[in-house]
């Protein structure tokens, strides 16, 4: 049984350290890679659709999860003072779309939640933990400036702050 579990164990760490290593960074002034996904009420949004505006791109592993809500709850609280500074907000996770509605009605979101369900989009980002059989999105954020490149990544996101640290490289980056 001891062995069983050490050989368990070893397989895991290895392919989480497999996964974290495989994924792609992509770096500071690089086009943001574009995409069209399903919005909570079925409708294709794609990156596109935000060009000539700022793009706060995030990724979150799941709905309705503490992290998760509080991270979106902040982003909505702070929604106005984003949309004033020129900046659309887009969440983006593995669960499906019928997920992020009920997601999205709970808490009053008042931006869009995109359905990534085959995490490719995620996995263009970097932003994929994949686990054979799990696949969760990493609380990554991507700041897209209006020509679509990448001005601002976050790989490390402090939930009950990250709308306030956005805001504040929003104001830097448009000086």
């Avoid at 505006?53 to 609280?77: H, I, N």
């Avoid at 984003?82 to 997601?103: C, N, R, Y």
């Avoid at 490149?149 to 702050?161: G, P």
Wanted: aromatic residues 12%.
């Amino acid at each position: 049984m001891k062995i069983f579990i050490l050989i368990s164990f070893a397989i895991a760490f290895y392919l989480f350290r497999v996964n974290v290593m495989a994924a792609p960074i992509l770096k500071i002034g690089e086009d943001a890679p574009t995409f069209t996904l399903p919005d909570s009420q079925g409708n294709q949004v794609s990156l596109n659709d935000y060009k000539g505006k700022w793009a706060v791109l995030y990724f979150y592993p799941k709905d309705d999860t503490p992290g998760c809500t509080k991270e979106a709850c902040q982003f909505r609280d702070d929604f106005k003072t984003l949309e004033a500074l020129g900046a659309k907000v887009i969440g983006i996770s593995i669960d499906d779309s019928f997920s992020h509605q009920k997601f999205a009605e709970k808490y009053n979101l008042p931006f869009p939640l995109l359905s990534d369900a085959s995490g490719e989009v995620a996995d263009r980002y970097g932003a994929l933990n994949n686990f054979l059989v799990i696949k969760l999105a990493k609380r990554y954020t991507y700041l897209i400036n209006p020509q679509g490149k990448i001005a601002k990544i976050y790989l490390s996101v402090d939930t009950s702050k990250h709308s306030q640290e956005i805001i504040e490289d929003l104001k830097k980056l448009k000086e």
